[in-house]
């Protein structure tokens, strides 16, 4: 099992040009468990149905299972399918055309991956560690997904307008605009970040923001996050894109 994921993984980096290779660390301190006789493909659907909620750690039984999900071609393919239907959703929505329509790409798991920061520090770390996360983040070093990044172009070439929203705190605003372009996403209308003062959660701020936008006169077309609360609340825009995020739960 390790080994197949190591192989996983390596390729995995090679494809993304990551410098260092990373390894799966177990872990052995959970005692989260799928209920008996469930699986852990149902215990996903679950999170990405946003019924299981709250979770602070993918199941220790499941971590195996997760590390294939994301370094195998899984991920990507669930990511294609929500990106062929905005896609399509795109391209028959029928625009005002005068620059106010908007379509929020969330970041992290959305347009950027942190999938080498997680393969190194494994799938179900927990507790969360904000100082090694955002010595990641600072690095700048997060590949794009490509299925979004592919998304981004031809919301582009629609002449619709993108603005990133994310939760991500302000001090991060230059590492994250270096690594947005970097990645290929070269250009947007804004770049919303959290205060380092907010304390709202990201349901909160993010839909708070969002109303920001419409009372500036923006449309919002659409909205893409990995995150249910990257989603939820008023205003939503005329459609949602829900990517798949089996790693982690933001509130
Ligand atoms: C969090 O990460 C930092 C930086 O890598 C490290 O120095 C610190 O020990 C970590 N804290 C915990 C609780 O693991
Ligand atoms: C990341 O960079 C910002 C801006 O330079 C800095 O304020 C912050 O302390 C850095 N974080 C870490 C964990 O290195
Ligand atoms: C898009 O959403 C706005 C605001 O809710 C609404 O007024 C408009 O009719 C919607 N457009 C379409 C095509 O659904
Ligand atoms: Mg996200």
């Known amino acids: 099992m390790f080994h197949l994921l190591h192989v996983l993984l390596v390729s995995y980096l090679v494809a993304c040009n990551a410098l260092d290779r990373h390894f799966l660390r177990p872990i052995s301190d959970s005692d989260l468990h799928p209920a008996d006789g469930v699986s852990c493909e149902s215990w996903q659907f679950g999170v990405e149905t946003n019924n299981v909620r709250d979770w602070k750690h993918v199941p220790n039984a499941c971590e195996d299972y997760i590390g294939h999900y994301m370094l195998g071609g899984h991920y990507r393919s669930d990511s294609a399918v929500v990106v062929t239907e ?4 795109a391209e028959a929505f029928e625009l005002v055309g005068d620059g106010k329509d908007v379509w929020i790409f969330d970041v992290d798991e959305t347009t950027l991956s942190n999938l080498p920061y997680y393969a190194a520090n494994g799938f179900g770390v927990e507790p969360y560690n904000s100082t090694a996360f955002n010595e990641w983040v600072n690095q700048s070093a997060a590949p794009a997904l490509p299925e979004s990044l592919k998304l981004y172009k031809k919301l582009l070439s629609l002449e619709i307008k993108v603005i990133f929203l994310t939760g991500r705190r302000e001090p991060t605003r230059e590492a994250t605009s270096t690594n947005l372009q970097s990645a290929g996403f070269h250009t ?6 959290k205060g380092v003062d907010v304390k709202t959660n990201s349901l909160v701020f993010k839909s708070g923001e969002r109303k920001k936008l419409v009372e500036q006169g923006y449309r919002i077309v659409g909205n ?8 939820l609340g008023s205003p939503e825009g005329n459609r949602t894109f829900k990517l798949p995020d089996p790693m982690y739960y933001v509130a």
């Open 86 to 89: 905005a896609i399509k959703f």
């Open 188 to 193: 947007w209308e804004k770049l919303l970040l």
């Open 224 to 231: 893409t996050g990995d995150q249910w609360s990257d989603l």
